[in-house]
């Protein structure tokens, strides 16, 4: 089963609008240093520091797979927010569709797709292709809805139906279409969720040409998503209502629970999913601890213990070591100000 459905408009009366009708209307400066980014910034990957930062976080990833005792295929991407050295395992795994020849993430999204589908909707509206304004309507569900507030309860509450209405409202070529655009060329969109009005393989079979649900991603798209989310988070209100919805996640049984071990009043801006009976327990996620960095983690066919045991492992300890770097690189700091001659403020 995917995350349980719960939206905070659900005693809303089916026709209402989601959102203040007076809302203002929302729109990007041509000043603003809005920059989305469609790769990763190029590090050097020669220098002593990246091999040795590689090396720690993939022993605590090692770490974790035997402390938890997954035994099962899963991928992770952790990057340092502030050097940006990236590095994981699995975190660029695909496969291909033995139906369509095309390549495609080995991961199922299960709900992380919310998280791909905010994104796509966001690129869309800071285009002009789609309205932050407009009251949009969804015919299944009965649903008004302006696309902003859609967003923040489509991740916050992990609503299916908002989920599958903003395919309903794009089609699933669409949304791939922009993913490429983006620079996500691995993870595909295919299908609605089920737990959701009116859900059915034979409806996703006549609507999107397929009897997949959701999305096959990787650990590195969700992470691209992330950083731009990260980096644009103060200068842009789309990238803000991201952030914001992730931290407002209510699901919070994997990476923040880790993270609380180290210290409880860390914020994680993160989206989980789940599918039980494929052994699919996933968390994305942005840990804004000492020293900020990006984790995320798939799992494929592992028991709900190993899964979700595994994750909350690996957010512990990596918090704990970005913590320590941060508290190295102000001593560091410190020290070549006092070898300079001046004093530490």
């Known amino acids: 089963m995917s995350d349980p459905l719960v939206s905070s408009e659900e005693t809303s009366p089916p026709g209402s609008p989601d959102g203040d009708p007076q809302a203002p209307a929302v729109e990007d400066s041509p000043d603003d240093p809005v920059v989305i980014a469609d790769s990763f910034p190029s590090t050097d990957l020669d220098i ?8 720690e976080v993939l022993a605590i990833i090692g770490e974790a797979e035997r402390l938890s005792g997954i035994k099962t295929v899963y991928g992770v991407f952790v990057m340092d927010l502030v050097n940006n050295y990236t590095c994981g395992v699995n975190e660029k795994l695909t496969r291909v569709d033995p139906y369509d020849n095309m390549k495609e993430g080995y991961f199922n999204s299960a709900s992380v797709i919310k998280l791909f589908q905010g994104y796509i909707l966001c690129d869309m509206m800071r285009r002009g292709e789609l309205s932050a304004d407009e009251v949009y309507y969804d015919a299944v569900t009965g649903r ?9 309860n489509m991740i916050s509450y992990s609503d299916n139906n908002y989920s599958n209405a903003a395919l309903r409202l794009i089609g699933n070529q669409k949304s791939n279409e922009v993913l490429d655009r983006l620079g996500i060329h691995d993870s ?20 999107y040409g397929t009897i997949k649900r959701c999305a096959r991603i990787t650990p590195r798209d969700a992470g691209l ?10 200068t842009d209100i789309y990238m803000e209502t991201l952030n914001e919805a992730l931290k407002g996640n209510i699901y919070n049984t994997r ?23 494929l052994g699919v327990y996933n968390d994305a996620g942005i840990v804004y601890c000492r020293r900020p960095f990006i984790l995320v983690a798939f799992t494929q066919s592992a028991t709900s213990t190993a899964g979700e045991g595994f994750i909350r492992i690996l957010a512990e300890k990596l918090t704990r070591y970005f913590d320590s770097r941060a508290q190295t690189t102000n001593q560091e700091a410190g020290f070549q100000s006092i070898s300079s001659g001046s004093r530490p403020g």
């Not at 008004?144 to 923040?152: D, E, P, Q, S, V």
């Not at 595909?188 to 393989?201: D, L, Q």
């Not at 609380?260 to 039980?276: F, I, L």
């Open 255 to 277: 990476i923040p629970v880790g993270v609380a071990r180290v210290n409880p009043d860390y914020e994680v801006a993160h989206k989980t999913g789940t599918n039980s009976q």
């Open 48 to 55: 002593r520091e990246y091999t040795v930062f590689r090396n």
């Open 225 to 234: 998503i992330l950083y731009n989310i990260y980096v644009n988070r103060e």
């Open 144 to 152: 008004k809805f302006r696309l902003l507030k859609m967003i923040r």
């Open 188 to 207: 595909r969109i295919y299908g609605e969720m089920s737990g959701a009005i009116g859900y059915s393989r034979e409806n996703n079979l006549k609507k």
